[in-house]
């Protein structure tokens, strides 16, 4: 029941803010081929440019990558909230090698952490590259 209440949780505010966490979101024109970069997570700065169909692909393609990690994101942090309860808050709390799952958990956890850092900063490296050259 948790996991359920965070995944939507998450995915609304998702939605409704459009929040990722590399903090650019783009809107592409086909017809006039405009598009328009909104930079920032609360305080939007807006740019809007003529591009060539190159240039939309090499802005787009980071972009939604970072937005994908993100929605994968969503349900892997609630993976690990709903494990986290049902390891310490539950009558499903294991009697037997209690310490051994804490431990496992935690260098699951850790290694997620330090996996799922290493790509945004990457992704966002790559986005903060691809917007300076145009």
């Known amino acids: 029941m948790v996991y359920f209440l965070i995944v939507i949780s998450l995915l609304l505010f998702t939605k409704q803010t459009g929040f990722n ?3 650019v979101q ?3 024109n086909q017809e006039t081929m405009t598009m328009t970069i909104e930079k920032g997570v609360w305080d939007k700065q807006v740019d809007e440019r003529q591009v060539t ?9 980071p972009i939604n990558e970072a937005n994908q990690l993100w929605k994968m994101n969503i349900y892997l942090i609630s993976f690990f909230a709903a494990v986290f309860i049902a ?11 209690f310490k051994w799952y804490v431990f496992m958990y935690f260098i699951l956890l850790a290694a997620f952490v330090i996996w799922d850092v290493t790509v945004h900063k990457e992704l966002a490296g790559e986005i903060v590259v691809t917007l300076k050259g145009l």
């Open 26 to 28: 783009y809107q592409f």
């Open 21 to 23: 966490l590399s903090g």
């Open 53 to 61: 169909a190159q240039e939309a692909l090499e802005i787009m393609m």
């Open 87 to 97: 390891l310490f808050f539950t009558p499903l709390r294991p009697k037997k090698y």
